[in-house]
């Protein structure tokens, strides 16, 4: 790799340009994160079982087959950012702890969790989609304290909002543009364009590390199937979704020892006449972008996707 010619790279739909420092000569090693202390359960964690009764009133709840304790649960977000209450941030702003186990990241989560949080996102989607006021409702995480964590036990946030969001509406215009050009329909395109750096696919979903990643180890997981969101995937896909997901993060802490990531689901706005491509995005924090990232908007990124997703591959 030392001798590999950089490459300025534009993205195969957006108006978002990356450099490919191939030159650098980083190794995933490289990259690998100091070992963490684990976190011990605490009785002041708002987030552990027995202490429900901290966080606000619960909206819902997932229990594994045969228990009556909770697997997965949702309620209001105690420091809210958008709310009913709020006339210039119109929304909800919601928590869903995906584990009981404090000392437990997802990729460590057995299959039958990771399908009962997934579930629960469903379940809140649908809920709020009733809202007429609502356009679009963010689904994210943020993992470590890099990726802007602000307590450890692993949850994820909702956040409504009465707009769709510029990043959205970025992806539905040049999906759009794609389509009056080719015919067909971007995203759905880049099974075939992302090829050579898919390292993971079931029958629903393929992983691959995109051509222009802005992120080292950047991974998007797109459906196979030509779904607009969540809400449209069946049992069969949802399990799909599920492994995709914990086989992503799992390779990920594997190879690099537990980083710092967000992920977001990005699902079609709530309008029958806009069309989309479910898909997720999974960004590591490994990075911190400097004067020529801030000053052009071109990110430099020293791992190929190429090599990103050769070493993810290997990962069994």
């Given amino acids: 790799m030392g001798n590999a010619e950089n490459e300025l790279r534009k993205d195969f739909l957006l108006d978002k340009w990356v450099l490919v420092a191939a030159n650098r000569g980083k190794r995933p090693n490289d990259f690998k994160c100091a070992p963490c202390e684990p976190q011990q359960h605490s009785s002041n964690c708002f987030f552990c079982p027995g202490n429900e009764h901290l966080t606000p009133p619960e909206i819902s709840r997932v229990c594994d087959v045969n228990s009556v304790h909770w697997s997965a649960r949702c309620f209001p977000n105690k420091f809210t950012a958008t709310s009913p209450g709020f006339s210039r941030a119109y929304g ?6 995906e584990t009981p186990d404090h000392n437990k990241r997802l990729s460590q989560l057995p299959l039958g969790q990771v399908k009962n949080f997934i579930q629960l996102y469903c379940e809140r989607l649908s809920a709020l989609k009733k809202n ?4 679009y409702v963010s689904i994210f995480k943020n993992e470590g304290e890099a990726a802007g964590a ?8 909702l956040i409504a909002v009465d707009k769709i ?5 970025e992806e539905i ?6 389509k009056r050009k080719k015919k067909k329909c971007g995203f759905c395109a880049l099974k075939k364009l992302e090829r050579e750096r898919i390292f993971f696919e079931n029958a629903s979903f393929i992983c691959f590390c995109p051509f222009a990643s802005t992120f080292y180890f950047e991974c998007t997981i797109l ?10 995937f069946n049992e069969a896909e949802l399990r799909d979704l599920a492994i995709a997901l914990r086989a992503v993060l799992q390779k990920l802490d594997c190879l690099l020892g537990n980083p710092p990531f967000n992920y977001y689901f990005h699902t079609a706005p709530f309008s029958s006449k806009i069309d989309f491509h479910f898909h997720v995005h999974v960004c590591l924090q490994l990075a911190k972008w400097a004067g020529f990232e ?5 990110i430099i990124n020293q791992v190929p996707p ?6 993810l591959k290997e990962i069994k």
């Fill in 173 to 178: 215009g040049a999906c759009k543009e794609f």
């Fill in 294 to 298: 801030h000053s052009t908007g071109i």
């Fill in 165 to 169: 969001p510029p990043v959205i509406r």
């Fill in 150 to 157: 602000s307590i450890a036990h692993t949850h994820t946030q």
């Fill in 306 to 311: 190429e090599q990103a997703a050769k070493a």
């Fill in 223 to 232: 459906s196979k199937r030509h779904a607009k969101s969540l809400l449209d």
């Fill in 132 to 135: 007429k006021r609502i356009k």
């Fill in 92 to 97: 909800k702003h919601e928590v869903i702890v």
